[in-house]
């Protein structure tokens, strides 16, 4: 890959951003993502033909998972897009509905969860189900899949996705990627690298576990694809791009405060005293220090050059604004939720916005409830039920373990015009009650009204007790019972 003149010039000025703009390039050209080669428009048409797992197997899934912690770690506007990403879908977790079938025992499981959720699921102790919940989000979206090992005594090891990877003696078709597949396709066991209990590294040697002993959580992009990349591998690019213009905006500022110049003549002789060095392109240059305060005398026919470094022009806000609204995408994530750019924003803008980031982010809710919540919940029940802590259920469950998932509620953006539209929504028949409940978090329509029926009992209670009116305490109700005795007495 030959560099560009932007890279050369890049070469002279900071050897040490030049080395890591090739090394990104060298890794992105590796898994064939788009503008890893020397063109910035893209890259050449290559046969790109072949499976999924051809295209993205064990040694660029490394690549990419290294390069996407790095990032992670460094890149603060990376890791903005990542956090708020997982701010939107996880929030502070989902709530727990069963779905047997049977009123008494989803009540017995609403309890049962209620204790549970509160103490550590990974065999260590460390993590409890709403700790892990947020490390799956983490996990998932910046190394794009992770697994779990299930355990006996209802608790799971944690394998981060570089552990899952095909064993080191000898090579077998029927592993890719780490996961052993039947002649259909179909997962019958995960091969897990063991850890080294002194270095803690990964050793070379493995574990296979069959496939109802593991919990793969990832979403593949491909049909052909057993494993996931980094939701943000894509726009990798991007980033190198937009770190671009931040250290050129430092490097100009950089300049400007200092002092830039060098001397021309025709005479070769002129500079016969001063040191000559070889730069990136091979061309000796004369180079002399001048510290601050010196007076020196400049030799006959020569002329004094002075360097001002042109600042960014007036575009660089807007394209800085343009690459990063493209790399936030892939995560539904707008700039002005993870840079918190809220200054310009109108409230329909705004609506606009969040109703196009939320479906993003349901899309990421759905895969986490399938691929983490369900299975690693299903497998809780049923172990409580096996050991005896939770009562046998009774006979006519035919599933004791059913259960979904409610993901957390979307907050309103204006609250009055918002409701009011809910309102003339469920009176014109445009909308239901039971949609308005789903979206504040509740189960259905009855748990709302339930919830409801609770608060105004107690506001009742406590307006009698202090000898007030019924309704004292609930403004809107004390206004219908006044106009209601009105009323009636007219």
């Given at each position: 890959m030959k560099p560009g003149g932007l890279d050369k010039w890049i070469a002279q000025l900071s050897p040490g951003w030049a080395l890591r703009r090739a090394q990104d390039r060298?890794?992105?050209?590796?898994?064939?993502?788009?503008?890893?080669?020397?063109?910035?428009?893209?890259?050449?048409?290559?046969?790109m033909s072949g499976s999924g797992d051809s295209q993205l197997d064990e040694w660029k899934l490394d690549d990419l998972r290294d390069l996407s912690r790095e990032k992670f770690r460094n890149d603060p506007l990376y890791a903005a897009i990542i956090m708020a990403h997982v701010d939107n879908v996880v929030h502070n977790g989902f709530t727990f509905d069963p779905q047997t079938g049977s009123d008494s025992w989803n009540q017995r499981l609403t309890e049962w969860w209620e204790e549970r959720r509160n103490r550590p699921i990974d065999a260590a102790g460390r993590f409890t189900f709403r700790a892990t919940e947020r490390l799956v989000g983490i996990t998932k979206a910046v190394d794009g899949d992770l697994g779990f090992v299930k355990h006996e005594d209802a608790t799971f090891t944690p394998v981060e996705g570089d552990r899952i990877r095909e064993p080191a003696a000898g090579a077998d078709?029927?592993?890719?990627?780490?996961?052993?597949?039947?002649?259909?396709?179909?997962?019958?066991?995960?091969?897990?690298?063991?850890?080294?209990?002194?270095?803690?590294?990964?050793?070379?040697?493995?574990?296979?576990?069959?496939?109802?002993?593991?919990?793969?959580?990832?979403?593949?992009?491909?049909?052909?694809?057993?494993?996931?990349?980094?939701?943000?591998?894509?726009?990798?690019?991007?980033?190198?791009?937009?770190?671009?213009?931040?250290?050129?905006?430092?490097?100009?500022?950089?300049?400007?405060?200092?002092?830039?110049?060098?001397?021309?003549?025709?005479?070769?002789?002129?500079?016969?005293?001063?040191?000559?060095n070889k730069d990136a392109d091979g061309n000796e240059r004369a180079t002399a220090d001048i510290l601050p305060g010196t007076i020196t005398q400049l030799p006959k026919d020569s002329t004094l050059h002075s360097i001002t470094p042109g600042q960014p022009s007036q575009w660089l806000p807007q394209h800085f604004n343009m690459l990063f609204r493209l790399a936030g995408r892939l995560a539904g994530v707008p700039?002005?939720?993870?840079?918190?750019?809220?200054?310009?924003?109108?409230?329909?803008?705004?609506?606009?916005?969040?109703?196009?980031a939320r479906r993003t982010w349901e899309t990421f809710?759905?895969?986490?409830?399938?691929?983490?919540?369900?299975?690693?919940?299903?497998?809780?029940?049923?172990t409580a039920i096996a050991t005896g802590e939770l009562r046998a259920p009774p006979t006519r469950v035919k599933d004791p373990a059913r259960h979904g998932w409610i993901p957390p509620p979307w907050q309103w953006v204006d609250p009055e015009k918002e409701v009011d539209a809910a309102i003339k929504a469920i009176k014109h028949n445009l909308g239901t009650e039971h949609e308005i409940a789903r979206s504040k978090g509740f189960r259905d329509e009855d748990q709302m009204f339930k919830q409801r029926a609770l608060e105004i009992r107690k506001a009742i209670d406590a307006a009698e007790k202090e000898g007030l009116p019924k309704y004292a305490l609930l403004s809107d109700l004390a206004e219908q019972e006044k106009e209601g005795k009105k009323q009636n007495a007219a």
């Amino acid at each position: 890959m030959k560099p560009g003149g932007l890279d050369k010039w890049i070469a002279q000025l900071s050897p040490g951003w030049a080395l890591r703009r090739a090394q990104d390039r060298q890794r992105l050209e590796m898994f064939g993502y788009i503008a890893a080669g020397g063109n910035p428009f893209g890259r050449s048409p290559t046969d790109m033909s072949g499976s999924g797992d051809s295209q993205l197997d064990e040694w660029k899934l490394d690549d990419l998972r290294d390069l996407s912690r790095e990032k992670f770690r460094n890149d603060p506007l990376y890791a903005a897009i990542i956090m708020a990403h997982v701010d939107n879908v996880v929030h502070n977790g989902f709530t727990f509905d069963p779905q047997t079938g049977s009123d008494s025992w989803n009540q017995r499981l609403t309890e049962w969860w209620e204790e549970r959720r509160n103490r550590p699921i990974d065999a260590a102790g460390r993590f409890t189900f709403r700790a892990t919940e947020r490390l799956v989000g983490i996990t998932k979206a910046v190394d794009g899949d992770l697994g779990f090992v299930k355990h006996e005594d209802a608790t799971f090891t944690p394998v981060e996705g570089d552990r899952i990877r095909e064993p080191a003696a000898g090579a077998d078709p029927k592993i890719v990627n780490g996961i052993e597949t039947d002649r259909i396709g179909r997962p019958v066991a995960y091969h897990i690298a063991d850890v080294d209990p002194n270095s803690r590294d990964i050793a070379a040697t493995s574990t296979r576990y069959l496939a109802d002993q593991f919990i793969y959580v990832g979403t593949p992009l491909r049909f052909s694809s057993n494993r996931a990349a980094p939701v943000l591998a894509p726009a990798f690019p991007l980033f190198d791009d937009v770190g671009q213009l931040r250290e050129s905006v430092n490097k100009a500022a950089i300049v400007a405060a200092c002092l830039a110049s060098y001397v021309s003549s025709d005479k070769d002789t002129q500079f016969s005293t001063l040191t000559f060095n070889k730069d990136a392109d091979g061309n000796e240059r004369a180079t002399a220090d001048i510290l601050p305060g010196t007076i020196t005398q400049l030799p006959k026919d020569s002329t004094l050059h002075s360097i001002t470094p042109g600042q960014p022009s007036q575009w660089l806000p807007q394209h800085f604004n343009m690459l990063f609204r493209l790399a936030g995408r892939l995560a539904g994530v707008p700039i002005e939720v993870s840079l918190m750019f809220l200054s310009d924003v109108t409230y329909s803008s705004a609506r606009i916005g969040l109703l196009e980031a939320r479906r993003t982010w349901e899309t990421f809710q759905a895969a986490m409830e399938s691929g983490f919540h369900q299975p690693v919940v299903r497998h809780l029940i049923e172990t409580a039920i096996a050991t005896g802590e939770l009562r046998a259920p009774p006979t006519r469950v035919k599933d004791p373990a059913r259960h979904g998932w409610i993901p957390p509620p979307w907050q309103w953006v204006d609250p009055e015009k918002e409701v009011d539209a809910a309102i003339k929504a469920i009176k014109h028949n445009l909308g239901t009650e039971h949609e308005i409940a789903r979206s504040k978090g509740f189960r259905d329509e009855d748990q709302m009204f339930k919830q409801r029926a609770l608060e105004i009992r107690k506001a009742i209670d406590a307006a009698e007790k202090e000898g007030l009116p019924k309704y004292a305490l609930l403004s809107d109700l004390a206004e219908q019972e006044k106009e209601g005795k009105k009323q009636n007495a007219a």
